[in-house]
């Protein structure tokens, strides 16, 4: 069957024929737009490619209207690369560190804004989370944000929000429910929505989730051709900053569904990975930072293995490694001051609601 789709070609009207890739979408505004994104991208480099975006269903669109948090992952046996496409744009933040068999991240695009961003009802124009009234009410499904964010302001009421941006725009606007939203700034940018930021979320407020901000490729482990093709978007300081992310939270066997957060930076060819757990309601919590050399040696060819799912045979093999590692030390550090006990706890208590 992979075969047969590889072969699939598309004849123009000059009676050239070139290959035809098809890309699949989740039908949500935002997976639209980010699949597009990447297609045009795609378009840019091989113009002789055809291009088919293919729209699917899939138990991650039923998720989104549940509380995404706890789904166990999106990734039921449905995973979208089962039908037949050879390319899915994810964001990385929703693909779990391992992967299916067969398949793999053959593309990590630049990260845009990872921080966090916090949408004002109308009414409360003007306001942060420091000046607005006590006991308002925040919108949010996210455990690492209610959790950095009831510590630090304490004044404030958390409830979970569901459905897709959209959806949660609209309940923010047209009811009463809620003062506010919390929300990634780049989902935010990529809807369109930039003006309706009204605060980013700093470290020191509310540290983001591993992968935040960065689109992924996924594709099957097997088909050379198409690695080969989007491995050209990989953007190799964003690479090293997910793996390391994704290594830590695999480690602490987070999973999507934990209060994890991380930060990190890349400076002088260091590698800074800072990374923190929490309690549910944030009053106890473990954060360190941990940094690493990445700088390049040499024009180094990498064998093209997975590292926490990802595959990134042009950009250095051991850069990757040290990022890798970094994680996992971090994981290490953390487990060892108490971090397995706060997430069982957390994990036990979230379930339990
Ligand atoms: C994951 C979380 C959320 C999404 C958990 C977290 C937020 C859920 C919620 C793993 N996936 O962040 O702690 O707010 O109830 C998601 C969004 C984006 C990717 C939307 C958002 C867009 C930004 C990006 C949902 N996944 O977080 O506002 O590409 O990083």
Redesign the pocket.
């Known amino acids: 069957l992979f075969w047969l789709i590889s072969v699939l070609s598309w004849q123009d009207g000059n009676g050239k024929v070139s290959r035809v890739i098809r890309i699949g979408t989740r039908k949500s505004q ?1 997976a639209r737009i ?1 699949t597009d994104s990447v297609a045009a991208k795609l378009k840019e480099l091989y113009p002789d490619v055809h291009l088919e975006i293919v729209g699917m269903s899939t138990t991650g669109d039923k998720i ?1 209207d549940t ?3 706890n789904a166990a992952c999106i990734y039921g046996p449905c995973s979208c690369l089962s039908h037949r496409v050879d390319l899915v744009v994810h ?4 693909l779990p560190t391992t992967l299916p068999p067969g398949f793999t991240i053959g593309a990590v695009l630049e990260r ?1 804004n ?1 921080h ?1 961003a916090v949408v004002l009802h109308p009414k409360h124009v003007g306001k942060t989370l420091e000046t607005l009234p006590e006991n308002s009410v925040i919108g ?6 209610a959790a950095q964010l009831k510590k630090r302001f304490p004044q404030l009421e958390f409830k ?3 459905g897709n ?1 959209n959806t949660r725009l609209k309940k923010l606007d047209e009811k009463e429910d809620y003062a506010a939203i ?3 700034a ?3 940018r ?1 809807m369109g929505w930039d003006n309706r930021i009204s605060q980013i979320l700093g470290p020191e407020d509310c540290m ?2 591993v ?5 992924a490729v996924e594709v099957r482990a097997r088909d050379a051709d198409i690695l080969e093709m989007v491995s050209v978007l990989h953007h190799p300081e964003t690479v090293l900053r997910c793996i390391a992310e994704r290594a830590f939270l695999r480690h602490l066997e987070g999973g ?1 569904s934990v209060p994890v ?1 991380v930060h990190t930076e890349v400076k002088d060819s260091q590698l800074y990975l800072t990374g923190a757990v929490y309690s549910l309601d944030g009053s106890d919590s473990l954060k360190e930072t941990m940094q690493t050399g990445v700088a390049a040696s040499q024009e180094e060819v990498d064998e093209g293995v997975q590292r926490v799912g990802v595959t990134a045979s042009k950009i250095s093999g051991e850069a990757q490694n040290k990022a890798e590692r970094l994680g996992v030390d971090l994981a290490k550090l953390l487990l060892s001051k108490g971090a397995k006990e706060i997430l069982t706890v957390a994990r036990q208590l979230n379930d339990a609601r």
């Open positions: 935002l980010q989104l509380a995404l948090h964001s990385l933040k929703d845009e990872p966090d949010t499904s996210s455990l690492r944000r979970d929000i569901r941006l919390i929300l990634a780049a989902g935010l990529r983001y989730a992968g935040q901000g960065a689109l999507c957060a």
